[in-house]
């Protein structure tokens, strides 16, 4: 990892001692900060509680689900990276942690050079989130980046963490023509997804709460056969 990337803090919330062994010697091996806390309860208080860059969360956990964790996280407002790690491979599965908030999702066991190269997208990404920009406004909503913060005619919008990258790469990219496969690659870190109807589900999920009227988009518009422009 660059230097840039290196001396973060990266929570791991995972209860099998040899994963936990593992992780950690490969992360500090990179020059990562990390942290590693074995049951629910205690990973979402120190998640709560603490300045990460990036949290690797375990699904099957003692005394609270890892789904109830980064629902809990996101219900606060806290929008650090999520990788959330499980032996549960069903699309179901996948479907439910990106849709409560999660950034990405890897199915046990993996090989330690994918979750090293998703880690690494996930930081970059951070960086870039907290570097400064300006509110940006389309209509009634006004985006703020630095906050990570989505209001509508003053009012909160409550947005999952992909939502809120989707639409912060939209505004970004305002104007051009989006392949489902560039949103795929850009936004979610990687290429292989279940579909790209993952795409169209997000897009189809955040018109719904930016647009004045979600069954005729005026802001996200659909370019048939090609993906989507954003014209806010």
């Not at 929570?11 to 990562?32: H, M, N, Y």
């Not at 120190?46 to 964790?69: K, N």
Request: aromatic residues 6%; glycine residues 8%; neutral net charge.
């Amino acid at each position: 990892m660059t230097d840039r990337l290196q001396r973060k803090r990266v929570l791991l919330i995972e209860d099998e001692p040899g994963l936990v062994l593992t992780l950690t010697d490969r992360l500090k091996s990179e020059g990562l900060d990390v942290a590693a806390v074995t049951d629910g309860p205690a990973g979402l208080a120190r998640a709560s509680d603490e300045a990460w860059d990036l949290i690797l969360l375990d699904v099957m956990l003692p005394g609270m689900s890892g789904f109830d964790i980064c629902r809990e996280l996101r219900r606060t407002n806290v929008a650090i990276p999520i990788i959330m790690l499980t032996a549960r491979g069903q699309i179901v599965d996948r479907v439910l942690g990106l849709k409560i908030g999660a950034d990405d999702y890897l199915t046990k066991p993996f090989d330690m050079m994918e979750l090293m190269a998703r880690v690494e997208v996930q930081l970059r990404r951070q960086v870039a989130r907290t570097t400064n920009a300006s509110p940006y406004a389309f209509g009634e909503i006004v985006i703020d980046v630095r906050k990570a913060e989505v209001t509508r005619g003053g009012s909160p919008v409550d947005l999952s963490a992909r939502e809120f990258l989707l639409l912060k790469y939209f505004v970004e990219h305002r104007g051009e023509t989006l392949g489902r496969d560039q949103l795929l690659n850009d936004v979610w870190g990687y290429h292989s997804m279940p579909s790209t109807r993952t795409v169209d589900v997000h897009v189809a999920w955040l018109r719904q709460k930016v647009e004045p009227n979600p069954r005729h988009p005026q802001y996200i518009l659909t370019i048939h056969g090609l993906g989507y422009k954003f014209a806010g």
